[in-house]
């Protein structure tokens, strides 16, 4: 009953669910990422607010670029009788997975304004932490909020069925 109250049943739900937690993650993840690059000051903040827009945008091509393949990884780690939450759980994992391995270098391409070499050369570095961040964000901020929405507009559709 889980699955079917709290996850997106058509398309329209996927982009409604997508812009909730994309949007809660972005303003979240990127400043947070970019503090700990930078340091924590207004000045910092301010320059990433800057770039919020494309760091969305990526972000946006690469969940659905990405859906698929982490949903196949998700599989074999799961079994399809799991507990809600652990299947919940491991796929986020799998989705952070991908896109912050994609998106610590293309956030730091979109911070610099230019596409070099910096990012990839320091992947190893910071990869873990933007990885830890973002999963920590997803599971425990965005994701339960959006699925939150998600109930709640299944409650009240059910209601006026």
Excluded at 71 to 85: A, E, M, N, T, Y
């Amino acid at each position: 009953m889980d699955f079917y109250m709290r996850l997106p049943r058509n398309r329209r739900e996927f982009a409604v669910f997508l812009l909730i937690v994309s949007l809660i993650s972005v303003n979240l993840i990127a400043p947070v990422i970019s503090m700990f690059e930078l340091g924590f000051s207004l000045k910092v903040w301010h320059n990433t607010l800057r770039v919020l827009p494309f760091i969305w945008l990526a972000v946006v091509i690469l969940v659905i670029l990405t859906q698929k393949p982490a949903g196949k990884l998700k599989d074999l780690i799961v079994h399809p009788k799991d507990s809600f939450r652990s299947q919940i759980t491991i796929n986020i994992m799998c989705n952070v997975f991908l896109m912050s391995f994609f998106m610590t270098a293309i956030g730091g391409w979109i911070g610099q304004g230019a596409i070099n070499y910096i990012p990839i050369g320091e992947f190893l570095a910071k990869w873990p932490r933007n990885f830890g961040i973002a999963f920590i964000v997803e599971a425990i901020i965005a994701q339960p909020i959006a699925r939150y929405f998600l109930y709640r507009y299944h409650l009240m559709k059910e209601t006026f069925e």
